[in-house]
């Protein structure tokens, strides 16, 4: 069965400092991966996938991540972080032969302070 | 940008009692799911659903879940005698594609469900 795990409940950092957030599934298959955002009282929003070719993917609002297939992780970072960017993370995969049932991790809470 | 929209933001029912959440998808999608999260715990799958029918389904997704596409339009999810502990943001999603494809899941903004 797939799992995912992050590393990382709660992470608090100040302004302009960087980010980066653990992510490691287990899968024996191929898989896609995710990384959602969910802002305080609102749904989830897609962040950044990966579904094939460059292992380094970038996405919205400056975030990007790595797909290193070796260690099945799939790490979120961000250079510089703002107050804006204080959310829930949560990192998700899906096997590829699934109906595309997305497995979720815990989340990590993220606050930035000012 | 397309929407899925659901419907009501937030629910309170008697323990018991059935309630409906009802979710409109984007409309050419064919891929419907529903997720839940209880407060302070992670995302969880409930169940997806193509042509008419559930695809897969989660243990959680007991005999007290159902699910329906009534009208090719709405996408249901009804909990025939609620209990206590089905107190959670339920999500709905869509997706164009088995896998997702390039798009990747749209989720909805959440029906918020207090069982009291």
């Known amino acids: 069965a797939q799992s995912v795990s992050q590393h990382n409940h709660h992470v608090i950092l100040s302004e302009a400092a960087s980010l980066e957030l653990g992510c490691n599934y287990s899968y024996g298959g191929t898989v896609n991966l995710f990384w959602y955002v969910q802002y305080p009282g609102q749904h989830l929003q897609l962040l950044l996938k990966y579904f094939s070719g460059d292992p380094l993917v970038k996405g919205i609002k400056g975030f990007e991540a790595e797909f290193i297939k070796s260690k099945f992780s799939f790490n979120l970072r961000k250079p510089s972080v703002q107050w804006s960017d204080t959310a829930e993370y949560f990192c998700?995969?899906?096997?590829?032969?699934?109906?595309?049932?997305?497995?979720f991790g815990a989340g990590t809470q993220v606050v930035v302070t000012p | 940008e397309p929407e899925v929209t659901q419907t009501p933001s937030h629910q309170v029912t008697q323990m018991g009692q059935e309630v409906i959440l009802r979710c409109v998808p984007i409309s050419n999608h064919l891929y419907f799911y529903w997720y839940r999260q209880i407060l302070g715990q992670k995302v969880e799958f409930l169940v997806s659903f193509y042509n008419n029918e559930i695809s897969e389904k989660s243990e959680i997704f007991d005999d007290q879940f159902s699910v329906e596409r009534p009208d090719g339009s709405n996408f249901t999810l009804k909990i025939r005698s609620t209990k206590l502990e089905d107190s959670a943001m339920y999500f709905c999603?869509?997706?164009?594609?088995?896998?997702?494809?390039?798009?990747?899941?749209?989720f909805g903004s959440g029906t918020r469900l207090t069982v009291v």
């Open positions: 999603a869509s997706t164009p594609l088995r896998g997702q494809g390039a798009y990747g899941y749209t």
């Open positions: 998700a995969v899906t096997a590829t032969d699934s109906w595309g049932k997305l497995q």
